[in-house]
Each structure stands twice: as C-alpha cells, then as structure tokens.
C-alpha cells in the first residue's frame, strides 16, 4: 500500500452501568488503548458520552439532577491516566463526554488529543436529539435536549495525524449538512461517536431499521464528501436498554472496510490511506468545478419546508 497511511481503531464500548465509577470505566479504554498499541494503530476513536452510562434516558425535576455526569475539566483526576496511557503509546484518539462549563453551560462534547497528549480539537454536538420535557409514556426517554444545549461553534476540521481531522457526533451523522461542512473544509477523516437505542418509540417501525441507516447515512458521507469515515458505538443492553453496535470504518468509496462483530469492548482498526480521499475529491466530487452554491440559498436561509402554494 502506497499513500499517507493512517491506522485507525474504532474503540467500541459495551454498555456502562449507572454506578460504574469514572476509574473503572478509564481502565475499559486504557485497555482498548493498549490493545491497540499492540497493533501499531495511531488514532483511536472513542464513542460518544464514553465516560458514563447514556443518562439522558432518565427524567429528574432539576436539570442539575446528572451533573455527577459530566465533566468539570479535561482531563481531570480521573481521566489524567487516559492520557498519559495515549502519551506513553504515542497515539491520539478522540473521546466524548458530557461537558459542564464554568459559567454552567451543559453540551454534548467529543474532543481530539493528538499523540503527545495535547488536545488540538473541541466539537459541541450541532443536532440534539430527542425532548425537553418528560414523556413517561416511552419505555425510557431520550432527554438529550434537556440535557444538552445546541452548540453554535459549528463544525471544525484539524490539521492532525499527517491529514485533515473533523468530528461530529451520533445524530449529526444522519444529516447531510454535517459532512458537507467538514467536506468544504477538506475533511479526509471524520470520527463519530454514537448511542443509538434500538427502539424509537415516536416510530417504532423504524427499530428493524437502525443498522441499516447507521451504515447508509455514513457510507453516503464518506463517499459524497470522498472522505474516511469512523463511526464507533456505545451499544449492547445497557440498563434494561438496547442500543445498537455495528461500529465500522468506511473509506471515500463509500465501502465498509472493517465491521465489529461484537456486541461488547471491541477494537476494530483499518488502514486509511488518506490520499484515497482524492480519487473522489478530484473527481466526481470536485466542489469547486461542479458545486452551485448560488443554487442552494435556501439550505442555509431555511429551517423548515415551505411547500409551494
Ligand atoms: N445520541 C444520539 O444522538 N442518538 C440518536 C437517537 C435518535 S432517537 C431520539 C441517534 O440519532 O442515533
């Protein structure tokens, strides 16, 4: 293989109980680190809220209710031994977390820490899933945006890792806005991290679904934007819930080049040419011929759909 080679591991996490202390769970993804220096991968990408269990599915009167849950500083105390495991490696890797700033704002966070330690990228979750308010009704609730406040920091993309490095995360990944703004910025390698439960009580019909959209909005992406695309689950049953696994590598061909097969603690890794992402990006895909921006004004004037009269 010829090319800006990049070995990647998606880091596939298993369910996280509710009183599975930080320490323990840091010890699951210095394992999967370790694992993954065993294999000479280079940047590994940890799932979505990776820290703690998905507490968004349960209702407390006071907003403060899961602060237990986020993180106050990165790293801290207990996830310093995170990153002195990746510094000792020499391998980055991205990790989410739920983020509680100083003057008290809370988001949905993943971060990029190049191979010395250093944090050189910050995402807050663009999309927020789910409600506000408390729905009893469903078998356990998606409280996402009562939880989390949408950011408006946009989407970045990182010089890191001998390539150009976005994030993104869970339900971003079904919008096509997503990879199009980190495609405008080059982006040759994009790492989601996601919790997605099997079952969707607004529509349960999509339930047998899920796998199938996972891979098809994030094959779409890649190839549309010619890019490398990780996407990396929290899945399994996780307190009494089902959420999906099926964490995969996909290249800017839009193909799956590597799968989990586990419903657990799974390292799935790949070789990512990054220069592969040019057969599409001079190609089929060359924004800058073949684009007519001029003629999608409303993909950024327009929220929601204005049927015609
Ligand atoms: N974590 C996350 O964003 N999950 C959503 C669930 C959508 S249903 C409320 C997802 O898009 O997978």
Request: glycine fraction near 10%.
């Amino acid at each position: 293989m010829t090319g800006r080679i990049l070995r990647v591991g998606a880091a596939q996490l298993g369910p996280i109980s509710r009183d599975e202390s930080r320490t323990q769970v840091v010890k699951r993804l210095t394992t999967l680190l370790d694992r993954a220096a065993d294999r000479d991968v280079r940047l590994v990408a940890f799932p979505e809220l990776a820290l703690t269990t998905f507490f968004p599915r349960w209702y407390t009167e006071d907003v403060s209710g899961h602060d237990h849950y986020y993180e106050r500083e990165m790293p801290s105390a207990g996830t310093r031994p995170l990153f002195e495991a990746a510094r000792a490696h020499g391998i980055g890797f991205s990790l989410g977390y739920a983020e509680l700033t100083p003057d008290g704002h809370r988001y949905n966070t993943t971060i990029l820490v190049d191979e010395r330690g250093e944090t050189v990228g910050r995402y807050r979750k663009v999309h927020i899933p789910g409600h506000e308010h408390n729905e009893p009704w469903r078998p356990f609730e998606h409280l996402e945006r009562r939880y989390f406040e949408e950011s408006d920091e946009g989407f970045s993309v990182w010089r890191a890792f001998g390539g150009l490095v976005g994030l993104a995360t869970c339900n971003d990944r079904r919008w096509p806005e997503t990879y199009r703004e980190l495609g405008l910025q080059g982006v040759e390698l994009i790492l989601i991290g996601y919790n997605t439960p099997i079952h969707y009580a607004p529509d349960p019909g999509q339930n047998p679904l899920q796998g199938f959209h996972n891979h098809l909005v994030m094959q779409a992406g890649a190839y549309q934007n010619g890019t490398w695309v990780v996407g990396v689950a929290k899945g399994g049953v996780e307190e009494g819930v089902e959420s999906l696994c099926q964490s995969a590598i996909i290249a800017p061909s839009g193909q799956i080049v590597a799968q989990a097969v586990t419903t657990g603690d799974e390292l799935v890794v790949a070789d990512c040419d990054l220069d592969w992402c040019r057969h599409y990006k001079d190609t089929l895909f060359d924004f800058d011929r073949y684009r007519r921006p001029e003629m999608y004004r409303r993909l950024s004037n327009q929220k929601g759909v204005i049927e015609p009269n």
